[in-house]
């Protein structure tokens, strides 16, 4: 169906160079450093695998990427459903259709650390709605001192902003399911829950993968948003794979060890994601037939 | 059809979807309301945050600090006076632009010929070449954020906006590729073909004819492009230090000796805020398209 041409190259070509210069070169330079010691003045001594060695054997890391595999996981669990059962109750047209859509991608264009600072303020228990309704109800809240708070900050938060994503997603798909499957559910007398675990459902699986591949890669590598509500705090309770990395890279300069931490890193994300990009070419294709 | 069949798009409530018994009558009724009630609370939940800033950014920091009020008592404008006035803050609203501007022409120039080759031809390598373009969207900032500030200083660009731009193509141009390729797969070959036929040469046929075709799709892929640029913060704090400083770096300077300048930290938050909405607003009849027609 396609035409093979081996000019298309040409096509290529100024992506390839564009990526190639923002992306290989510094993903060569965290090699470089990944293998070798320094000990400042730009020497640098070649220290083979050390690193990873290190990494592999520090709690620090295991302990980061659990907190990280956790996050992601609760993140999926509750955003995945409710972005659907937003997206079901979305209404299809009109003016209300459009103030939805406006309200919910309000927070998808709000620069991170706004983000982060809006949850800030409306957490703290003096100044903040959120924490001051909280503590006037009788409850000890507050994410600056207590982990299990922090943690519940900032998921509420996540969820806040990037519920909407997967709701678009979702009604997106549901709004391209032709009229006719609903009225052929109609004269079988489907219930509710049939029509939507074989006609709504099925017809979402396609931009669901994408909404679950878009929300694990981005959960994964959050660092704004949690760096200014709690700076990874308290103690290390939030502190996520990427806030480790750049406290590692940039605050403590070990310039070894976090670049074998970003490989590794880089490397758990790619496989994740291959797997779930490989699920869904394979819908596309199933799709296509 | 007879007069039982639901109107297109209403399939999904369900009371519409639901045999005609007469219990379902008095379901009917009721449903509607349930949808409006989970949208109701999840709205509410998406706005009163927001609101919560924009209350606090018309209060002075004696109101905010002394009594808490769902509303400010004494209107004051004086925030937004402090930062508009101040050459300090709002070149960092001008700064942000220009680079959200840059990257946006940058993303579309390479990724709209590049989307054209993936729909259209195969070559050598494509697929893995597809993939590994869709690795860089993978790939977390927190990663690059050393390489790159060692990569631009030393090629003399540190502070500079094109620096932030062009640091921001590494999640960009993969995605504009992504969205573009999408809608361009759906373009039928035979206008290619007709066109070639007619004596169009490459570049005049797909400035003059396939552009149009897909101008829905390039305004999606530039929506995400705006999106993504304008609201990271990683890289473009650390490509920068003064001339090319985003505004969102700049709120930082909001905690002073004296503590956290709440008023004007609040207020410098919404109008971070008020870009994005004038760009919903202008493209908020195609965001459903394009996400159906694009694959984000």
């Known amino acids: 169906m396609k035409t093979v041409n081996e000019k298309a190259w040409f096509l290529v070509l100024p992506v390839l160079l564009l990526v190639a210069f923002s992306a290989v070169i510094p993903l060569m330079t965290v090699v470089n450093y990944s293998v070798q010691d320094s000990f400042g003045n730009n020497q640098f001594f070649w220290a083979g695998l050390l690193w990873f060695e290190e990494m592999l054997a520090s709690d620090r890391m295991w302990n980061a990427l659990g907190r990280q595999l956790v996050f992601s996981a609760i993140i999926l669990a509750i955003e995945i459903p409710l972005g659907i059962l937003v997206a079901l109750n979305m209404p299809q047209k009109g003016f209300w259709s459009s103030f939805c859509l406006v309200a919910m991608s309000l927070p998808l264009l709000i620069p991170w650390n706004v983000v982060g600072t809006i949850w800030q303020i409306f957490g703290r228990v003096d100044i903040g709605l959120l924490g001051y309704t909280l503590d006037a109800l009788g409850l000890d809240y507050n994410y600056t001192q207590d982990s299990l708070d922090a943690w519940i900050t900032v998921v509420v938060m996540d969820v806040w902003h990037w519920t909407s994503l997967v709701a678009l997603l979702a009604y997106a798909g549901l709004r391209s399911i032709p009229d006719a499957y609903y009225q052929a559910a109609k004269i079988d007398q489907a219930s509710r829950w049939a029509v939507f675990r074989y006609i709504e459902l099925p017809k979402m699986a396609g931009v669901l993968m994408i909404a679950i591949l878009l929300r694990f890669m981005d959960s994964f590598m959050i660092y704004t948003e949690p760096f200014v509500l709690t700076g990874g705090g308290p103690g290390n309770a939030t502190t996520f794979l990427s806030i480790d990395l750049v406290k590692m890279a940039l605050g403590q300069f070990d310039l070894g060890p976090a670049a074998a931490f970003s490989l590794m890193y880089f490397l758990v994300i790619l496989l994740i994601s291959w797997v779930f990009y490989t699920i869904m070419t394979n819908l596309d294709a199933r799709d296509a037939k | ?296």
């Open chain 2, 1 to 296: 059809m007879t007069d039982t069949v639901s109107a297109p798009g209403a399939g999904t409530i369900p009371g519409d979807v639901a045999p005609a018994k007469p219990q379902a009558k008095s379901r009917k009724r009721f449903r509607p309301n349930g949808s409006a009630i989970v949208m109701t609370i999840y709205l509410l939940f998406l706005l009163v945050p927001i609101y919560w800033l924009l209350n606090m950014s018309l209060k002075t920091n004696t109101e905010i600090l002394g009594t808490f009020s769902l509303w400010p008592r004494n209107l004051t404008l004086a925030n937004y006076e402090t930062i508009l006035t101040d050459p300090a803050w709002y070149t960092g609203y001008i700064n942000s632009i220009t680079y959200v501007t840059m990257n946006v022409v940058i993303t579309l120039a390479v990724a709209l010929p590049a989307a054209y080759a993936f729909s259209r031809y195969t070559f050598t390598g494509d697929k893995h070449l597809f993939f590994w373009l869709l690795t860089n969207r993978m790939a977390p900032p927190a990663v690059f954020a050393l390489p790159f500030f060692q990569l631009y200083s030393s090629v003399g660009l540190f502070d500079t906006h094109i620096a932030v731009a062009l640091a921001h193509c590494l999640f960009n141009v993969p995605l504009a590729v992504w969205i573009l390729e999408g809608f361009m797969r759906g373009v039928p070959k035979e206008i290619d073909e007709t066109a070639y036929i007619d004596g169009y040469s490459f570049s005049r046929f797909f400035i003059r004819i396939f552009m149009p075709l897909i101008a829905s799709g390039i305004g999606v892929a530039a929506f995400f492009a705006f999106m993504f640029s304008w609201v990271e913060l990683l890289l473009s704090r650390t490509l920068t230090s003064v001339d090319a400083k985003p505004i969102a770096a700049t709120m930082t300077r909001t905690v002073g000796a004296s503590g956290i300048d709440w008023g004007v930290l609040a207020a410098a938050g919404v109008l971070t805020i008020v870009p994005g909405a004038l760009v919903i607003w202008f493209v908020r009849n195609y965001i459903a398209k394009g996400f159906a027609l694009g694959r984000v």
